[in-house]
């Protein structure tokens, strides 16, 4: 071990006087004591793990107190870079992001269409698309912002979004199947590729169970989250059992679900080819969601079931209107949604070859047969050698809104639907099993 200077010179000047050292070179006994009276060790004797750490302690203190400058400068440092930022944060933030495109949007209580002060209307979770006369400050959100004024919005709480497929306009929706939307389907086993496709999309179901389960859940989405968030609890959708479709293009992010919150949101629930007739809502647009869950009630239960389904589900919305803020602005998003209903027809094909040239040709691009018509699917599905034991299918879903445009960001894609009507699918025949 180190030992200190001064206890080194006692140690030589024993070894070389001959009062000190007996005739087998021990030292005696008085340079023992005046070595431990130094505070030293004897020679050959490793000093004590305190020594050094007394030795080792005393030299750093005198170090850093040399260099008492230097420590100054290292404690302050992050202090000062810290204070700095924050400089240029509150510069940046009055002399540069300044305006209503810089900060969360507010609920516009005066949309005016091109300025009309008699032609105006509230915004209840959308931004005004024409020119604000009045805002509420007290009710700010992403639900009430533009695309620049969204980065600037706290969130609390993100929404739920159902999964939600990526459907054609009527209008550009394949032929001769228009105006209802097509899927292409195809399989190497007939009988497999049947069961399969006859899951893909369900048949009405709503049921008491189903209700309750809704109730619940709405209930601790009230209580978690509150109604000054501005979230949407859209999840329940899929609780009721829909299949829901849209035209509209998706954004970067899912802050904001285009099919359901937007300048122009649209919504198709999607049924098997004939239930919309069944349902009494062929034709109909903008259908409420009470409208359609009343219709999906009395086409799948008796005619004295479905009358006491239907009282428990008006009095689901007046309960939660009852509650407070938070359950009426859940009541009001809840029956506020609109949607259409869209027949679905599943437009079988011989082969995986015949299946891809249809979606080839379903875009006015392609020009297949000289003619520039728009016949475009929805998805397709390749149910390939799918059986009991093995499930391999190859699924299809249009990436238009994906492909790369300049510098922009890569967007989301509507994918889940697709994967999700394939997995049901594949309950449905282990069900027939």
Not at 23 to 35: C, H, K, L, N
Not at 205 to 221: C, D, I, K, P, W
Not at 263 to 277: I, K, M, Q
Not at 306 to 313: M, P
């Amino acid at each position: 071990g180190e030992t200190l200077p001064h206890v080194v010179a006692t140690s030589l000047e024993s070894s070389s006087s001959s009062s000190a050292v007996g005739s087998t070179g021990t030292p005696s006994a008085a340079a023992a004591a005046a070595a431990a009276a130094a505070g030293g060790v004897e020679r050959g004797q490793a000093a004590s793990l305190a020594a050094q750490a007394n030795a080792l302690y005393r030299k750093n203190a005198v170090y850093q107190r040399r260099n008492m400058c230097s420590n100054v400068c290292l404690l302050s440092a992050p202090i000062f870079f810290c204070l700095l930022l924050l400089a240029v944060q509150v510069a940046i933030n009055r002399l540069l992001l300044t305006g209503e495109d810089y900060e969360c949007g507010c609920q516009c209580t005066k949309c005016c269409f091109n300025g009309d002060l008699n032609n105006c209307t509230s915004m209840d979770m959308a931004p005004c698309p024409y020119e604000c006369k009045a805002v509420n400050r007290s009710a700010c959100g992403i639900q009430y912002s533009k695309p620049r004024q969204a980065p600037f919005c706290a969130i609390p709480h993100t929404s739920s979004w159902p999964a939600i497929l990526q459907t054609p306009k009527e209008a550009d929706r394949a032929e001769p199947y228009r105006p209802a939307a097509a899927l292409l389907v195809t399989g190497d086993d007939p009988d497999a590729q049947a069961n399969l496709t006859a899951g893909l999309l369900p048949q009405p179901n709503l049921r008491a169970a189903q209700l309750l389960s809704v109730q619940r859940y709405l209930e601790g989405f009230s209580a978690d989250v509150g109604s000054e968030s501005g979230a949407v609890p859209a999840e329940f959708l899929s609780l009721l059992g829909l299949s829901l479709g849209t035209s509209a293009r998706i954004q970067a992010g899912l802050y904001l679900e285009t099919a359901l919150v937007g300048e122009e949101p649209s919504l198709y629930a999607l049924w098997p080819n004939g239930t919309c007739a069944t349902l009494g809502l062929a034709g109909s647009a903008n259908t409420s969601l009470p409208t359609m869950l009343e219709a999906m009630v009395n086409a799948s239960n008796p005619a004295a079931v479905a009358a006491t389904i239907n009282q428990r589900l008006a009095g689901l919305l007046s309960d939660a209107a009852s509650n407070g803020s938070t359950g009426a602005a859940l009541a009001g998003r809840v029956s506020g949604i609109k949607m259409n209903c869209t027949d679905v027809v599943m437009a079988r094909q011989a082969d995986a070859a015949e299946l891809q040239r249809s979606l080839y040709c379903g875009y006015h691009q392609a020009r297949c047969n000289g003619s520039a018509a728009t016949n475009q699917y929805a998805a397709g599905f390749d149910w390939r050698g799918t059986n009991a034991t093995r499930f391999a299918p190859d699924l299809y879903y249009n990436d238009t809104y994906g492909l790369p445009r300049n510098e922009a960001p890569s967007v989301y894609q509507r994918v889940p639907q697709v994967r999700s009507g394939c997995c049901a699918g594949l309950a449905g025949v282990q069900q027939t099993r």
